[in-house]
Antibody, heavy 120, light 111 residues
Framework: EVQLVESGGGLAQPGGSLRLSCAAS????????MNWVRQAPGKGLEWVSY????????YYTDSVKGRFTVSRDNAKNSLYLQMNSLRAEDTAVYYC?????????????WGQGTLVTVSS | QSVLTQPPSASGTPGQRVTISCSGS????????VNWYQQLPGTAPKLLIY???QRPSGVPDRFSGSKSGTSASLAISGLQSEDEADYYC????????????FGGGTKLTVL
């Protein structure tokens, strides 16, 4: 059974940092690209970042470029999102999701999400 | 302001057919496939339609997708109360070195 479990969310101050993790199981992790998608309270879905399975190609939405870094450790079946210079508008539930195809937003499995709150 | 444009709301009565539109541009829907997600309250999104019109295993055939040019549509026939949810379209966008984009979401109410 495919499972994705996010962790690392919590309260951070503006300008601070957090590192999110996503533990994957039930599939060949290195064979799939992975995404981060976020949802601000009461708002819609926003795609954040993608990383390729073995290529390691990365993509980011404009608002997080230069502040967020996506990475993965295929030996540990884990996906990460390092978030620096956090802003209030980064407050959201962050989901990790498996890419069904190549980078293209075909996200067939999602985690339960982890809440990030940026506030002083 | 989302890159893909959806109506904020839609509604229908049980048994009816409803459609939800998703409008984009040549850099996203016009050149890449469209995917649709269903999000029930308090839960993670679920892939409903991929590659414009394909249903993952387990998704009822009441749900169907189509794409034409820079627009796409999700149709739900035989509407049921459990279909009340938020629906999002998504596509890859080739601009700005590549990025994923979602629509703003459509809240479907079953009257």
């Amino acid at each position: 059974e495919v499972q994705l479990v996010e962790s690392g969310g919590g309260l951070a101050q503006p300008g601070g940092s957090l590192r999110l993790s996503c533990a994957a199981s039930g599939f060949s992790f290195s064979s799939y690209g992975m995404n981060w998608v976020r949802q601000a309270p009461g708002k819609g879905l926003e795609w954040v970042s993608y990383i390729g399975g073995t290529s390691g190609n990365t993509y980011y939405t404009d608002s997080v470029k230069g502040r967020f870094t996506v990475s993965r450790d295929n030996a540990k079946n884990s996906l990460y999102l390092q978030m620096n210079s956090l802003r209030a508008e980064d407050t959201a539930v962050y989901y990790c999701a498996r890419e069904k195809a190549t980078a293209g937003t075909e996200l067939d499995y999602w985690g339960q999400g982890t809440l990030v709150t940026v506030s002083s | 302001q989302s890159v893909l444009t959806q109506p904020p709301s839609a509604s229908g009565t049980p048994g009816q057919r409803v459609t939800i539109s998703c409008s984009g541009s040549s850099s996203n829907i016009g050149s890449n496939t469209v995917n649709w997600y269903q999000q029930l309250p308090g839960t993670a999104p679920k892939l409903l339609i991929y590659s414009n019109n394909q249903r993952p295993s387990g998704v009822p055939d009441r749900f169907s997708g189509s794409k034409s040019g820079t627009s796409a549509s999700l149709a739900i026939s035989g509407l049921q109360s459990e279909d009340e949810a938020d629906y999002y379209c998504a596509a890859w966008d080739d601009s700005l070195n590549g990025r994923g984009v979602f629509g703003g979401g459509t809240k479907l109410t079953v009257l």
